[in-house]
């Protein structure tokens, strides 16, 4: 797709996302159901605001394939051969839930693999990030850099990958090794967030054992375009077809994260 093509849909992709966010933003989960297990929620209001975002999207690009959390199994799409949004309506469903207003929309733009738009939004504080290919990424139109700290200087983002009970063991041991070499971790709740704060140079790094591509799609560019780097723990690409372990910072605070999830017991 053009550049110029790309900055009308980053417009649209962005005012999409701003209204999904006032959807949700000063409302009450109401019915909520679960998942996979009891820690892993929906609500009406995760239904809501993507059935508001595909209807938009498919007023604006019709023959784009709308891949999105509450709506099948990743099975069901071919991410790697279409043009695709991918959508996430409510990232952080449990911040949500309990009302601790930190929780975001997230829209990626693919074109057969490979991200060409993205943007995060958070209600809360309207901090909307955004990127097109090879232009950048910004907060509120303001460029962003990743920061240049160590893991020793710097905070680091996490997530506990709480759905899947057979990874708590590995988080508990990661956890326990990254805490004794950073300077802190924080664990909050909404990766999309959490990943675009390591665009933004908040967070020196992040990692999470399994995350959907709906969490991390649009912050695949966010961090590239921030100058980081962004792979699963073995150092390969994320797929945006399945299941993936999660791993970003800055390049000297990614080196040190990767050699320790490598290389613990």
């Not at 057969?112 to 993205?118: F, Q, R, T």
Request: glycine content about 8%.
């Amino acid at each position: 797709m053009e550049t110029t093509c790309l900055k009308t849909m980053i417009e649209q992709l962005s005012d999409i996302a701003v209204k999904g966010g006032a959807i949700f933003k000063d409302a009450h989960a109401g019915k909520i159901d679960n998942k996979l297990n009891t820690r892993d929620f929906v609500t009406d209001y995760d239904k809501r605001v993507q059935n508001y975002i595909f209807s938009k999207l498919n007023e604006l690009y019709p023959d784009a394939v709308l891949v999105g959390e509450e709506s099948g199994s990743l099975q069901d799409y071919d991410t790697l051969n279409v043009n695709a949004f991918i959508v996430d309506p409510i990232d952080g469903t449990s911040n949500f839930v309990n009302e601790l207003a930190h929780s975001s929309v997230s829209i990626a733009y693919v074109e057969k693999g490979v991200v060409k738009a993205g943007v995060v939004y958070n209600p809360y504080k309207e901090q909307l990030y955004t990127a097109t290919i090879g232009n950048g990424a910004y907060l509120n139109g303001k460029k962003m850099h990743v920061n240049d700290l160590s893991l020793a200087q710097g905070l680091v983002g996490f997530g506990t990958a709480v759905y899947y009970d057979e990874l708590i063991e590995e988080t508990k041991r990661i956890f326990g090794e990254v805490l004794v070499k950073c300077n802190d971790l924080r664990r909050m709740g909404s990766a999309a967030i959490d990943l675009a704060i390591v665009a933004q140079g908040g967070f020196a790094a992040f990692f999470e054992s399994r995350l959907c591509p709906w969490d991390y799609a649009a912050t695949i560019l966010f961090i590239k375009e921030a100058g980081g780097i962004i792979t699963d723990f073995k150092g390969n690409e994320l797929p945006l077809n399945k299941k993936s372990s999660v791993l970003a910072g800055n390049k000297t605070a990614y080196k040190e994260l990767f050699d320790i999830l490598n290389n613990v017991k």
